[in-house]
């Protein structure tokens, strides 16, 4: 009998993992219910927290009026890019509860991949943008005033979204679905949801995709922080207390949502393009990828909190609404039987 990815037995535990045909592919894993199971239940719980969080994101600063600033420009840009990327988490969990077997068909896995990428390193560099604007507000809040413009920022998000999709555009060129039969199991498998089949290529665009924000990021860090502790923290300063803020989500975003899928991403396609792999190594590199993979999702929640503290108009909509919830929950509380 066939082993849990269909390999027939008496085969060598040494697997070349850049070897795909539609007898084996480590990345194939049918019957890991239990993983299935998790990552469904994840992606369940990520889409019903962010996409109401968003969603009222997205009303507010649309509709909001007064005087635009570089802030809520890039704030706005951020929370399309959030909303748009976990829009697309229903077809990763019904991926899962299929047990890997893609039913969308092979237009909509090369989409689903291209869109769900897109705005993942939309909402990354977004972010960037968010802090690099808080870097020169508190660093240099007089010469910096002309370079803080909202047409300057209007002008660097377009420039974002074109650029990143433009690279991005080489994800909808290639097939990627694979159809895989065996005695055990007979599914189609989509290699866009985790980017399993790579290359050296994805290396470098991977390195600099990454590299950009990290360093830009790093520098706004520090030279807030140099600020800060050179002025005096004693008096209730705005701008201060924003950029502590933002500094702190920022990073806990970066730590947990960014940093893990990258890093791990670097080892994973350093030890794909190797050649033979032991087949536990593989194993778990694989199931790595997937779970750094997911965990990019909870910048769909950390970010909602960063507009709670820097966006006032937020805060007060989002505070309106839980208090008129916890009202109508009091009032039907309170109703006779």
């Known amino acids: 009998k066939n082993s849990l990815y269909g390999i027939p037995k008496g085969c060598t535990n040494m697997i070349p993992a850049n070897y795909t045909t539609e007898v084996w592919n480590p990345v194939y894993r049918a019957y890991f ?5 998790l990552f469904t239940l994840f992606y369940v719980t990520i889409f019903l927290f962010s996409v109401p969080a968003n969603a009222i994101a997205l009303v507010v600063f649309f509709i909001q009026k007064g005087k635009t600033t570089v802030a809520k420009v890039f704030l706005t840009h951020l929370v399309v ?6 829009l697309l988490l229903p077809m990763r969990t019904v991926y899962h509860i299929s ?5 969308f068909g092979e237009l909509l896995c090369r989409l689903a991949g291209f869109l769900f990428y897109l705005n993942l390193y939309c909402s990354l560099y977004f972010m960037t943008c968010i802090s690099f604007n808080r870097f020169l507000a508190v660093v240099f809040p007089i010469r910096s005033r002309s370079l803080r413009k909202p047409l300057y920022a209007k002008m660097i998000c377009a420039f974002l979204w074109c650029s990143i999709t433009i690279s991005m555009i080489p994800m909808l060129q290639s097939h990627q679905t694979v159809h895989i039969k065996s005695e055990d199991f007979n599914i189609t498998v989509c290699n866009q949801m985790y980017r399993e089949k790579t290359s050296p290529k994805a290396l470098v665009s991977t390195a600099v995709a990454f590299m950009i924000p990290l360093a830009m990021l790093t520098l706004s860090y520090v030279l807030i922080l140099c600020k800060l502790f050179r002025m005096n923290l004693q008096g209730n300063n705005g701008i ?21 899928y990258h890093v791990h991403r670097f080892i994973y396609i350093l030890r794909y393009i190797q050649g033979d792999v032991p087949r536990g190594t593989m194993e778990l590199l694989v199931l790595w990828n997937r779970i750094t993979s997911a965990l990019t999702c909870t910048s769909g929640i950390i970010d909602p909190i960063m507009y709670f503290f820097l966006a006032k108009t937020y805060r007060e909509t989002l505070l309106h609404i839980l208090r008129r919830l916890r009202e109508k929950c009091s009032t039907i509380k309170a109703e006779p039987a």
Request: aromatic share 16%.
């Open 240 to 260: 201060q207390r924003k950029a502590v803020y933002v500094i702190t989500l920022t990073l806990m975003n970066f730590l947990l949502a960014f940093v893990p």
């Open 99 to 103: 047990n890997n077997n893609w039913i």
């Open 33 to 37: 219910e239990k993983e299935n199971f």
């Open 81 to 86: 890019a959030d909303m748009s990327y976990v």
